[in-house]
């Protein structure tokens, strides 16, 4: 399929795209799963209480079960005595189950996710940005004139380097390259944008792993 190009002068064109990105069938019992366990795991569990079995110090009875007039006693580690364990406290990350997320279910989910955008016009590509932009005010501009608010913009190594450092205090955008974003980051913003390489280079890693696939199932199946 074809979607619009904007240079950064203002004009138009359009570029050819795989429909298995920018036009899948959306799954949005996917989408939620992925989300779902995403979340889950990105929750940090670092609370952490010690049980009794985890206090140093000596098992030894207290005192003699008969005879002090005194309740009984085991273990100076019980919950009840100051310095002992605690009982029903927080266990830390060991506890928690870690929710599997393979990589199919990752790439299927941001497809889906990308073609809602695509559907709601809320999908832009960019011509890269091949020159260095210093200033905030410029790049706030160049957003502005392209409704760009509320945005992930999602670009090419290069095109990063040249402006992270004029965008990166801009409220509300957020600026990554091709490794670093998930359908979690694709949700939180209204907008996505793309530079025209930052595109190839996602296109490069759906036609690998669909090679991969196909290498597997011939060779070993």
Not at 55 to 77: D, L, P, V
Request: charge should be positive.
């Amino acid at each position: 399929m074809k979607i619009d190009k904007i240079s950064l002068d203002g004009k138009k064109s359009t570029i050819e795209v795989l429909d298995k990105i920018f036009s899948a069938k959306i799954n949005k019992s996917l989408v939620s799963s992925v989300l779902y366990k995403t979340n889950s795991n990105f929750k940090g569990r670092h609370a952490k209480t010690k049980q009794q079995n985890e206090i140093k110090g000596s098992t030894s009875k207290i005192y003699a079960q008969k005879g002090t007039g005194n309740a009984r006693h085991a273990s100076r580690k019980a919950p009840i005595f100051v310095g002992g364990g605690v009982a029903h406290g927080p266990k830390g990350e060991l506890a928690y189950k870690k929710r599997k997320l393979n990589k199919t279910e990752k790439k299927l989910s941001i497809s889906s996710l990308i073609t809602e955008k695509n559907n709601l016009k809320n999908l832009v590509v960019l011509a890269d940005f091949k020159d260095k932009i210093k200033k905030t005010k410029e790049i706030n501009n160049l957003l502005n004139k392209f409704s760009i608010i509320d945005a992930l913009i999602i670009l090419d190594k290069l095109s990063k380097d040249n402006i992270y450092k004029a965008i990166r205090n801009i409220p509300n955008i957020k600026v990554t390259d091709i490794n670093h974003f998930s359908a979690f980051d694709i949700v939180k913003y209204k907008k996505i944008v793309f530079s025209e390489t930052s595109i190839k280079e996602l296109e490069k890693r759906y036609a690998w792993c669909k090679k991969f696939i196909y290498m597997i199932k011939y060779y070993f199946l």
